[in-house]
């Protein structure tokens, strides 16, 4: 297997050494359990891959397993949160209490206006969903509809086809009988049966029958013409090895080329007796193979259309979901730190500005991440939910990808930054749109040039009156800072940091959580504030300014 994509090709071999036992089967076991099992694969299956220096190096189990979260948990955070990375066991909610869809419906949707997810009650019985989700349509619809739509006429036509098609094989005398026989009968039959199968279904089916369907269906019902009729061949070429070993024998024992002849004759005889039986066996079975063919025409649009309805179902769900986790950087820029996980991550945010910024409650988060026993308001009966629909090992990568992101670029004053960390906090359904610094950097210069030298008296001050990153703030707070005017008053850098955020600058939050990530951004996330000084609570409170 050779793959660019290392997250993909990596996750392919972790799935399949852990799909090898029953105790790790379908995301199963421990981390330990799984690593264990990648690490004896890799004794027999070794994985190459390109390190930090462009060595082709083999990988070790760690590695299998944790360069795609890797890979992942960035991904997630340049899309800001809003990667389906970050979703799992999305076909639960098909067997989901009406608590769960409610909640799910009360998120906004990233992309399409809010409708209804389309999942109630009887959702999965019309779907054909089985308990882990998956599509599976009924023997005895598929034998209605198969009858239904291609019923006596179309099946009677092409079993007088085969019969056609297989006398004409018979009668035709090729140099290599057993190797050309075989061939041309898997093509011709499996051509007769697929072609008129298909046109029928598609004039029924129409536009929910797509090319790419087509194809998959005629290769289907190909490959199981092929399998039928290598059965039957395998009889007949058991019996005609029979034969030959007979023939061999006899001739061992033969007195003379008269006997000899005799003996080659009889056993041709055999062979073509065998070889007719094989014809008729065929024959035999064409109403079966042209049935079952049927069924698996409509088994597999009905499965594909049942599965279109699904995705597009899942599709919605996700973007409710997307709604949710666009909120995540902001709850982190608020009150994240390095030990934040999906476990803690409800204890950390207050329950108020949990429920305005995302639309539900702490409660009904916890029932979205941990499941539990809802009880039904008609009936009063309990219904459990498992939940779990957030991947917590990409959930938590993440968390900690972003947070030293936000470490890194935490020092407003470093001019060689490229980027912000706001570039990565995607705009809220609320009134957190947040100003870009390109935008910012032209506001404060059109204010200098209005003003001009507005930032080289100590006694100016200036107030953003809806703040939302804090950014027109830092921005200032950096053009007073190094104001050679400024310089003179305060030599002192301490000292005049601390004048400017005492006496200079000002700002109104309209929310809580907006008056989190400014207050944050403008001061630091750790008590640093910008160019390495270490401004702590006690130092400011005796200019006093209160975090």
Same mark, same amino acid.
């Given at each position: 297997?050779?793959?660019?994509?290392?997250?993909?090709?990596?996750?392919?071999f972790?799935?399949?050494?852990?799909?090898?036992?029953?105790?790790?089967?379908?995301?199963?076991?421990?981390?330990d359990?799984?690593?264990?099992?990648?690490?004896?694969?890799?004794?027999?299956?070794?994985?190459?891959?390109?390190?930090?220096?462009?060595?082709?190096?083999?990988?070790d189990?760690?590695?299998?397993?944790?360069?795609?979260?890797?890979?992942?948990?960035?991904?997630?955070?340049?899309?800001?949160?809003?990667?389906?990375?970050?979703?799992?066991?999305?076909?639960?909610?098909?067997?989901?209490?009406?608590?769960?869809?409610?909640?799910?419906?009360q998120?906004?949707?990233?992309k399409?206006?809010?409708e209804?997810?389309?999942?109630?009650a009887?959702?999965?019985?019309?779907?054909?969903?089985?308990?882990?989700?998956?599509?599976?349509?009924?023997?005895e619809?598929?034998?209605?509809?198969s009858?239904?739509?291609?019923?006596?006429?179309?099946?009677?036509?092409?079993?007088?086809?085969?019969? +056609? $098609?297989?006398?004409? @094989? &018979?009668?035709?005398?090729?140099?290599n009988?057993?190797? !050309?026989?075989? #061939?041309?009968? /898997? =093509?011709?039959?499996?051509? +007769? $049966?697929?072609?008129? @199968? &298909?046109?029928?279904?598609?004039?029924?089916?129409?536009? !929910?029958?797509? #090319?790419?369907? /087509? =194809?998959?269906?005629?290769?289907?019902?190909?490959?199981?013409?092929?399998?039928?009729?290598?059965?039957?061949?395998?009889?007949?070429?058991i019996?005609?090895?029979?034969?030959?070993?007979?023939?061999?024998?006899?001739?061992?024992?033969?007195?003379?080329?008269?006997?000899?002849?005799?003996?080659?004759?009889?056993?041709?005889?055999?062979?073509?007796?065998?070889?007719?039986?094989?014809?008729?066996?065929?024959?035999?079975?064409?109403?079966?193979?042209?049935?079952?063919?049927?069924?698996?025409?409509?088994?597999?649009?009905?499965?594909?259309?049942?599965?279109?309805?699904?995705?597009?179902?899942?599709?919605?769900?996700r973007?409710?979901?997307r709604?949710?986790?666009?909120?995540?950087?902001?709850?982190?820029?608020?009150?994240?730190?390095?030990?934040?996980?999906?476990?803690?991550?409800?204890?950390?945010?207050?329950?108020?500005?949990?429920?305005?910024?995302?639309?539900i409650?702490?409660?009904?988060?916890?029932?979205l991440?941990?499941?539990?026993?809802?009880?039904?308001?008609?009936t009063?009966?309990?219904?459990?939910?498992?939940?779990?629909?957030?991947d917590?090992?990409?959930?938590?990568?993440?968390?900690?990808?972003?947070?030293?992101?936000?470490?890194?670029?935490?020092?407003?004053?470093?001019?060689?930054?490229?980027?912000?960390?706001?570039?990565?906090?995607?705009?809220?359904?609320?009134?957190?749109?947040?100003?870009?610094?390109?935008?910012?950097?032209?506001?404060?210069?059109?204010?200098?040039?209005?003003?001009?030298?507005c930032?080289?008296?100590?006694?100016?001050?200036?107030?953003?009156?809806?703040?939302?990153s804090?950014?027109?703030?830092?921005?200032?707070?950096?053009?007073?800072?190094?104001?050679?005017?400024?310089?003179?008053?305060?030599?002192?850098?301490?000292?005049?940091?601390?004048?400017?955020?005492?006496?200079?600058?000002?700002?109104?939050?309209?929310?809580?959580?907006?008056?989190?990530?400014?207050?944050?951004?403008?001061?630091?996330?750790d008590?640093?504030?910008?160019?390495?000084?270490?401004?702590?609570?006690?130092?400011?409170?005796?200019?006093?300014?209160?975090?």
């Open positions: 297997m050779f793959d660019f994509d290392p997250a993909r090709s990596l996750t392919v972790e799935e399949y050494a852990n799909d090898l036992y029953s105790g790790t089967t379908c995301g199963g076991g421990d981390t359990s799984r690593k264990q099992n990648v690490r004896r694969l890799l004794n027999f299956f070794p994985v190459i891959g390109e390190d930090e220096n462009g060595e082709m190096v083999e990988l189990a760690e590695q299998v397993l944790s360069i795609p979260r890797k890979i992942h948990s960035r991904e997630v955070v340049r899309r800001g949160f809003m990667c389906d990375f970050l979703f799992q066991n999305i076909s639960n909610i098909f067997h989901a209490p009406a608590e769960v869809i409610e909640t799910l419906q998120l906004e949707p990233y399409a206006p809010r209804d997810l389309g999942v109630k009887g959702t999965a019985d019309e779907l054909n969903l089985g308990e882990n989700g998956e599509v599976s349509i009924p023997d619809q598929v034998i209605g509809k009858k239904d739509l291609f019923g006596d006429k179309v099946y009677g036509n092409i079993n007088n086809e085969l019969n +056609s $098609v297989i006398d004409s @094989l &018979v009668s035709e005398k090729p140099e009988p057993d190797e !050309d026989f075989l #061939a041309d009968l /898997q =093509k011709a039959v499996g051509v +007769s $049966v697929a072609e008129p @199968l &298909v046109e029928a279904a598609k004039q029924n089916y129409g536009s !929910d029958m797509k #090319a790419s369907q /087509q =194809k998959k269906v005629e290769r289907k019902i190909k490959a199981d013409v092929n399998n039928r009729i290598n059965r039957e061949y395998g009889d007949y070429n019996e005609k090895n029979r034969i030959e070993r007979d023939r061999a024998q006899a001739l061992e024992n033969a007195k003379s080329q008269a006997e000899e002849e005799q003996i080659n004759q009889a056993h041709d005889e055999r062979i073509e007796t065998a070889r007719l039986t094989l014809i008729d066996n065929l024959k035999q079975s064409r109403s079966e193979m042209v049935q079952s063919a049927g069924e698996t025409v409509v088994r597999e649009i009905e499965t594909a259309k049942k599965e279109a309805q699904k995705n597009s179902i899942e599709n919605g769900i973007d409710h979901l709604g949710f986790s666009r909120t995540i950087p902001s709850f982190l820029m608020a009150y994240g730190d390095e030990n934040t996980t999906l476990e803690s991550f409800d204890s950390i945010i207050p329950d108020y500005v949990f429920k305005d910024v995302t639309s409650t702490v409660d009904q988060f916890r029932l991440r941990d499941g539990g026993d809802v009880t039904d308001p008609e009063g009966e309990k219904e459990h939910f498992d939940g779990h629909l957030f917590s090992v990409v959930f938590n990568d993440s968390i900690v990808e972003f947070i030293h992101l936000r470490s890194r670029l935490a020092d407003y004053f470093d001019e060689s930054h490229k980027e912000d960390i706001f570039d990565y906090v995607p705009p809220q359904k609320t009134n957190q749109i947040f100003t870009p610094r390109k935008v910012v950097v032209k506001m404060i210069d059109m204010l200098e040039q209005e003003n001009p030298g930032f080289d008296d100590p006694t100016h001050t200036f107030a953003d009156l809806y703040m939302k804090g950014m027109y703030i830092t921005e200032i707070i950096k053009r007073l800072y190094n104001s050679k005017a400024m310089r003179r008053y305060f030599p002192d850098d301490h000292i005049r940091l601390a004048h400017i955020l005492e006496h200079q600058v000002y700002g109104i939050a309209p929310t809580e959580i907006i008056y989190q990530i400014a207050t944050h951004y403008i001061l630091g996330y008590n640093e504030l910008g160019k390495g000084l270490q401004i702590t609570p006690e130092f400011l409170r005796t200019f006093g300014f209160r975090p």
